[in-house]
């Protein structure tokens, strides 16, 4: 029955959304236990596949541009999601799998089965399930029993560290991107080396800082989507931060000097 629900969500909200950053559901059909989906073909895969197989494959790996073209995509299409469609929908599952790139390298939103949707203005439903992905799961979703916008700019967050990174979020120890990024003297340490030095160092300053930002353990902390857009779009500067992201004095010594 979960998957069932899992189907019925995502054809609720991606048959209905129209976005240029949004995967488009074009059909479906169940047959006895064999749930199917038809979205648009995406030819170039999902942004995990170039960040991580091909370089691996072919040794190509995404550039600066491309990499910031896909992180301000993806937030275009949160906000929508977020503040600009009838409905409030909190997709739940942001993370490089489901971010997929067409033909031109823009990023398009994917599966929406762990999507929830809200009625603006309405009151929260409640869930008795944590849904997500390890790594990209806010801190205060084993607390709470709802879903809310702040849990996908945390994710957003994540994903935009990785995507300057080139690293996963997780690894078999103790290693979490955002505190990894946090610790480094020297932000720019964190710039995937792959890229030498083919890489707009400004660009790569505010995302890292948006990232943390997004990252806070504190969910009133957080930026909305359109702040992020306006923030990488340099709409808008970058705030100081002057308290501690959430986090231990230890792990915040040398913040000043980074930003």
Same mark, same amino acid.
């Given at each position: 029955?979960?998957?069932?629900? !899992?189907? =019925?969500?995502? &054809?609720? @909200?991606?048959?209905?959304?129209?976005?240029? $950053?949004? +995967? $488009?559901?074009?059909?479906?059909?169940?047959?006895?236990?064999?749930?199917?989906?038809?979205?648009?073909? &995406?030819?170039?895969?999902? /942004? #995990? %596949?170039? /960040?991580?197989?091909?370089? *691996?494959?072919?040794?190509? +790996? /995404? %550039?600066? $541009? +491309?990499?910031f073209q896909i992180a301000k995509g993806a937030a275009s299409g949160l906000l929508y999601l977020h503040e600009e469609w009838e409905k409030i929908v909190v997709h739940r599952d942001v993370k490089p799998s489901n971010v997929l790139i067409d033909d031109d390298m823009n990023p398009r939103l994917g599966d929406f089965g762990l999507a929830r949707l809200y009625e603006r203005g309405g009151s929260l439903s409640h869930t008795t399930v944590v849904v997500g992905t390890i790594g990209y799961m806010a801190p205060e979703l084993t607390r709470r029993k709802s879903s809310t916008? @702040? #849990?996908? =700019?945390?994710?957003?967050? +994540?994903?935009?560290?990785?995507?300057?990174?080139?690293?996963?979020?997780?690894d078999s120890g103790n290693f979490f991107l955002p505190d990894w990024v946090m610790e480094l003297r020297e932000i720019l340490t964190a710039v995937d080396p792959r890229l030498g030095s083919c890489y707009d160092s400004?660009?790569?300053?505010?995302?890292?800082?948006?990232?943390?930002?997004?990252?806070?353990?504190?969910? !009133? %902390?957080?930026? %909305?989507?359109?702040?992020?857009? *306006?923030?990488?779009?340099? #709409? !808008?500067? =970058?705030p100081v931060i002057d308290d501690h992201w959430g986090y231990s004095d230890s792990s915040t010594s040398d913040l000043g000097s980074k930003f």
């Open positions: 029955m979960q998957g069932v629900r !899992e189907f =019925v969500a995502e &054809i609720e @909200s991606l048959g209905r959304l129209r976005h240029k $950053n949004l +995967v $488009n559901l074009q059909g479906w059909c169940k047959h006895k236990n064999d749930l199917l989906l038809i979205y648009d073909y &995406i030819p170039s895969g999902s /942004l #995990d %596949s170039l /960040l991580y197989s091909r370089p *691996r494959q072919s040794g190509a +790996v /995404l %550039s600066w $541009n +491309v990499r916008a @702040s #849990d996908d =700019v945390f994710a957003f967050g +994540v994903l935009l560290l990785e995507i300057v990174s080139g690293r996963r979020p997780t400004i660009e790569a300053k505010v995302s890292l800082a948006v990232g943390l930002l997004c990252c806070h353990q504190r969910p !009133e %902390s957080r930026p %909305s989507m359109r702040m992020v857009l *306006r923030y990488l779009n340099g #709409d !808008e500067d =970058v």
